[in-house]
């Protein structure tokens, strides 16, 4: 049977989805020599326990077996380290996968999800895809977040905070998000991507709320970005809605027993972190010194704006020279270049490159 034009398939999918503008990712460049701050990965390996935790699956029979669907022996293992009982906690492909869960759980098409801005822009390719209101409220030009992201909406559904943000690695404090939680009639969920990075972080919240969903992902302070894996944690009757919702296999054999050693390395994950915190203070310090506005991070990038040069010919220059950085450009927000933390090797190149700039 001949296969129908290209165009008449077309006319079959949903219009809104004809409309949408897809998710664009970080270029992710294959083969070369790049110096790549472009992403927010981890630029050191993992904990050496990750490893012999993969080989051990590969070795044995596992692969030829479904994944235990929740992820039993990880959930053990966080709840260990994160003080809250398994039954507190979902696995999910990434900490992506469990914010498209979290949507398809508590948003209805017509709906509004509810987000700030500038931030992670998948929530509003997320609202789209569920055929659901967007509503972005601005930051300050300081990136606190004002009495406007708990207005009145009878249509609000599931507000989300990157924090820290993205793309600014500004932290609203806890106190406030404690405030927001209280006013907001819906879920909320802190996405705490890069909260392994930060003074603070809101799993406190979680116990006092059950409207409070805290999300993490184990693709920039564990260095597993390769292998997706993320959770979140909410009280346990939350959790129950969830797990009705997400994939019967979500995490694979290798990813689970990769993130249940990572996440019992404490050592490791502290001297990492303490690492790309000090090349964040240096990064953060150099970029000031030539002139730009460089917000203080919590996270593992810095976001950068200058003055009076335009941002995006730097980004250019920047690539020709083989270095990726992150250009980004929020409509009436303007625009700015986020720089991920890297080793000290590569912001030495960086920064050498930009005094050549």
């Known amino acids: 049977m001949a296969s129908a034009p290209a165009s008449a398939a077309r006319r079959l999918v949903r219009p809104d989805i004809a409309a949408l503008a897809g998710y664009a990712p970080g270029e992710q460049p294959q083969g070369g020599d790049w110096i790549k701050l472009n992403t927010n990965e981890n630029p050191y390996p993992p904990s050496p326990a990750v490893g012999p935790a993969i ?36 696995c999910g492909n990434g900490s992506d996968d469990l914010l498209t869960i979290l949507v398809r759980t508590f948003v209805a098409a017509g709906q509004c999800l509810r987000t700030a801005t500038p931030s ?23 990136w606190t977040l004002g009495d406007d992201f708990v207005a009145p909406r009878p249509d609000l559904a599931l507000a989300f905070l990157a924090n820290p943000n993205s793309p600014s690695g500004t932290l609203v404090p806890r106190e406030r998000i ?13 996405d705490e991507a890069y909260g392994d990075f930060a003074e603070e972080h809101c799993l406190d ?9 805290v999300t993490r992902s184990f693709s920039k302070s564990y260095a597993l970005a390769g292998l997706r894996f993320g959770y979140a944690v909410a009280q346990p009757h939350v959790i129950a809605e969830l797990l009705k919702v997400k ?28 690492k790309i915190v000090a090349t964040r203070r240096r990064l953060t310090d150099a970029m000031r010194a030539l002139g730009w506005n460089a917000v203080e991070s919590q996270a593992n990038f810095v976001w950068c704006t200058h003055p009076s040069r335009p941002h995006r010919p730097v980004y250019e220059a920047l690539k020709a020279r083989d ?7 929020y409509p009436a927000w303007g625009d700015g270049i986020r720089i991920t933390v890297g080793t000290d090797a590569e912001i030495d190149a960086f920064l050498a490159a930009m005094r050549q700039i």
């Open 323 to 329: 270095i990726l950085v992150r250009w980004m450009n």
């Open 205 to 213: 919240l979680v116990r006092e709320n059950d409207r409070v969903i």
């Open 178 to 190: 404690r405030q927001l939680a209280e006013r907001l009639p819906c879920a909320f969920v802190v």
């Open 247 to 274: 994939d019967s296999y979500n995490c694979d054999a290798l990813s689970i027993a990769a993130a249940t050693a990572a996440i019992g390395d404490r050592a490791w994950l502290a001297d990492n972190r303490a």
């Open 120 to 142: 992670y822009i998948l929530y509003r390719t997320l609202a789209g895809l569920q055929g659901a209101v967007c509503e972005e409220i601005p930051f300050a030009r300081d």
């Open 55 to 90: 080989a051990a699956v590969a070795a044995g029979r596992t692969l030829a077996k479904y994944p235990d669907p929740l992820a039993t022996v990880f959930r053990r293992q966080a709840s260990a380290v994160l003080g809250v009982d398994p039954d507190w906690i979902i």
